[in-house]
């Protein structure tokens, strides 16, 4: 899998000079399996860039898992252009309870309150598809979910292929007991060994008492979790829109000094991508 970030940031777009580094679109991840085949994770104003490169290369299918509906990860769906393409077609999943709503989220963010197409005007052919228990495979990739800590339904998923492993787990406040639906053990599980994952850490420790209860990790609490679960490389995602470059640089230093042999940790930045 080769996998590429096109929004890192968490809760709203933040452009300016603080955020050139890491980037100041919300959350949209895009995975190219072997044989080729695009995954994206999602849609956050990330999508608009990442569809302009989808026309440009000609890809006419794509499968896109959303982790649930919070603005900062649904608000790019509008200006992601394949979908105004009669020859693309695109299959939404999601996890119950927030799939049985996904319809009607998208089609009432692009109500002409908001937004001057509306969803049944989309040219493409967009079909929704629920992940069951037993997850759902996409080619040759095994897909499994798990949900998060966090105020809304949200789910991470866990992409297998080759012996490879890769986790996407953000909005998720780690072992906060009155948010967690979903024992740490449980999730230290699911992430158990993955090459890869992808946390949330949109705050520092210090924040966490004016923050408890909002459904996001300190950077603290995501690097220990990862040394816990034994994963080889850490990218800390979700960056608080308030955080400049250089306080992402110093965590992510501090966090190398604290995440021991095994582990090795990064900011995700967009525009880049890892091989898993
Ligand atoms: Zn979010
Ligand atoms: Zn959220």
């Excluded at 900062?72 to 393409?85: E, L, N, R």
């Excluded at 992808?198 to 909002?214: I, L, N, P, T, W």
Aim: glycine share 8%.
């Amino acid at each position: 899998m080769k996998v590429k970030f096109w929004g890192t940031r968490g809760s709203i777009p933040s452009p300016g000079k603080d955020t050139v580094k890491y980037g100041g679109n919300t959350t949209c991840m895009e995975i190219a399996l072997k044989n080729n085949r695009e995954i994206i994770i999602d849609a956050g104003t990330g999508i608009r860039l990442l569809g302009k490169e989808i026309t440009s290369k000609g890809i006419k299918h794509l499968d896109l898992f959303l982790t649930h509906s919070h603005w900062d990860h649904i608000q790019g769906f509008p200006f992601f252009t394949p979908i105004f393409s009669k020859d693309f077609s695109l299959n939404i999943y999601g996890v119950s309870p927030t799939f049985e709503r996904l319809l009607d989220i998208l089609k009432g963010q692009m109500e002409t309150i908001y937004f001057p197409v509306q969803f049944k005007h989309l040219a493409a052919e967009i079909r929704f598809k629920k992940i069951g228990n037993s997850g759902i495979l996409i080619d040759n990739a095994k897909v499994n979910s798990i949900r998060t800590n966090h105020p809304l339904e949200t789910h991470a998923f866990k992409f297998e292929e080759n012996g490879k492993s890769f986790v996407f787990m953000s909005d998720n406040e780690l072992d906060h007991p009155d948010i967690a639906k979903v024992p740490y053990k449980k999730h230290l599980d699911f992430v158990k060994g993955a090459d890869i994952l992808v946390h949330d850490a949109q705050y520092r420790k210090g924040e966490m008492s004016k923050c408890k209860g909002y459904g996001h990790s300190s950077w603290q609490k995501a690097v220990s979790f990862a040394k816990q679960a034994k994963v080889k490389k850490l990218y800390l995602t979700h960056h608080d829109p308030y955080r400049p470059d250089s306080e992402i640089d110093e965590i992510v230093g501090k966090a190398n000094k604290i995440s021991g042999d095994g582990l090795t940790v990064m900011g995700a930045i967009e525009g880049e991508s890892f091989e898993v």
